[in-house]
């Protein structure tokens, strides 16, 4: 049983580039959240997706957007990267209509470094 | 604004002895909560959770307890192992829909064999 995976593991950018982040979610799972941890602190909610909108979104700028396509896979796409972008960014999946019973799944996330 | 505290940064226990981590709360409307335990180099693994119907949920050597009034929760692991050594995150939820997850900073904890 295929747990959530994640690609890259690691990635460096420089300011101002554009980066894009991938995550497939669980087998039999179809809301994809993504998450940002930054050194220190707890993860910190950017969006959700099912039926490929987005169903909710934490305080993030518009710089950080996503995709869902149709097999659930999902991406993160930040914008114009700051500094303060880098951190560990997870993904993590459940089934939209089982979410009482269907704790999230996280993956082991990708390290994103700004120079 | 940390609506979801985990003032102790570090917890150290000796192995078979009860490891207690604490969880502070602020927005009455949180009605779920979860603990994950995280290894370096890998991501959250769900470990319990509670409603906020109940007060105590229990698995295996794991226990979580909620104080509503105090909107305090707690782990309990009885008896601890050195495998426990790990960050864990407490997490809170609005709709108890599992959607859009708070976290705490975390806690390091460490089972001394």
């Known amino acids: 049983d295929a747990g959530v995976t994640q690609s890259p593991t690691h990635l460096i950018k420089t300011r101002g580039q554009q980066v894009t982040l991938r995550c497939s979610p669980k087998?039999?799972?179809?809301?994809v959240s993504w998450y940002q941890q930054a050194l220190g602190q707890g993860p910190q909610f950017i969006f959700q997706?099912?039926?490929?909108?987005?169903?909710q979104r934490g305080n993030f700028p518009d710089r950080f957007s996503g995709h869902q396509f149709p097999n659930y896979s999902s991406e993160l796409n930040v914008n114009a990267l700051l500094l303060g972008d880098s951190a560990l960014y997870l993904c993590?999946?459940?089934?939209?209509?089982?979410?009482?019973?269907?704790?999230?799944?996280f993956g082991d996330g990708t390290r994103l470094s700004i120079l | 604004d940390q609506q979801v505290k985990q003032n102790s940064p570090s917890l150290s226990v000796q192995e078979g002895r009860i490891s207690i981590l604490n969880c502070d709360y602020t927005?009455?409307?949180?009605?779920?909560f979860l603990w994950y335990k995280k290894y370096p180099a890998e991501g959250p693994t769900f470990l319990i959770s509670?409603?906020?119907?109940?007060d105590k949920n229990e698995d295996g050597r794991f226990t979580v307890f909620l104080n509503k009034s105090a909107k305090h929760l707690s782990l309990h692991i009885v008896p601890s192992q050195p495998g426990d050594s790990a960050v864990y995150f407490c997490?809170?939820?609005?709709?108890?829909?599992?959607?859009?997850?708070?976290f705490g900073k975390g806690i390091t904890l460490s089972v001394r064999p």
């Open positions: 927005n009455s409307m949180f009605d779920y």
């Open positions: 993590a999946s459940t089934l939209f209509w089982d979410r009482l019973n269907q704790p999230q799944h």
């Open positions: 997706y099912y039926e490929e909108e987005e169903r």
């Open positions: 509670i409603s906020s119907i109940k």
């Open positions: 087998s039999g799972h179809d809301t």
């Open positions: 997490a809170a939820d609005l709709t108890g829909a599992n959607s859009k997850l708070t």
